[in-house]
T-cell receptor, first 111, second 113 residues
């Protein structure tokens, strides 16, 4: 089945230790998004790739970076995680401006 | 700026109807969405409505849209225990490159047997 896959599903890291979250898709969608969802809050868009073009949201901290080596994969890098970065990270894809399809999320805990 | 608001919590008895309400601010949204999130899981698209529609029905789900008041609601008929989850409404901002969903804070629905 075509889908959006996120790995790992759960990740624990230490304060300040870089971490990378992975998202892959078999939908062949050209747009990939990363959302952050803190406990009991709404998902919030961090950034997205439209094809190879990176689009950052104005209030996304510099600590968060992203890479998209090819159409299928997109990575979220947190250079120096803080305790406040503990959250669920959701990846989504779309074809152009169409409907977004979400992955199951990676729950990140920073200790 | 965009701001989407929802009530926090809804308790309903199994078999009754649930109504979840949402207000939004971006009148230019072409679509409005309802997503379901079960504990520890991602977002599942339940249904959506095009902005020039007043109502959309999809099996047990009915979406009502009042553009004048910027009010969106989701009615779940014959609510089941499996409907217990958090429900998010979302408006969409279409950009030149992709689009941006702005979510409400979510309504936690608890279905009691």
């Amino acid at each position: 089945d075509a889908m959006v896959i996120q790995n790992p599903r759960y990740q624990v890291t230490q304060f300040g230790k870089p971490v990378t979250l992975s998202c892959s898709q078999t939908l062949n969608h050209n747009v990939m998004y990363w959302y952050q969802q803190k406990s009991s809050q709404a998902p919030k868009l961090l950034f997205h790739y439209y094809d190879k073009d990176f689009n950052n949201e104005a209030d996304t901290p510099d600590n968060f970076q992203s890479r998209r080596p090819n159409t299928s994969f997109c990575f979220l890098d947190i250079r120096s995680p803080g305790l406040g970065d503990t959250a669920m990270y959701l990846c989504a894809t779309s074809r152009g401006q169409g409907q977004q399809y979400f992955g199951p999320g990676t729950r990140l805990t920073v200790l | 700026g965009e701001d989407v608001e929802q009530s926090l919590f809804l308790s309903v008895r199994e078999g009754d109807s649930s109504v979840i309400n949402c207000t939004y601010t971006d009148s230019s949204s072409t679509y409005l969405y309802w997503y379901k999130q079960e504990p520890g899981a991602g977002l599942q698209l339940l249904t959506y409505i095009f902005s020039n529609m007043d109502m959309k029905q999809d099996q047990r789900l009915t979406v009502l849209l009042n553009k004048k008041d910027k009010h969106l609601s989701l009615r779940i008929a014959d609510t089941q225990t499996g409907d217990s989850a958090i429900y998010f409404c979302a408006e969409i901002e279409t950009k030149a490159a992709g689009n941006k969903l702005t979510f409400g804070g979510g309504t936690r629905v608890l279905v009691k047997p």
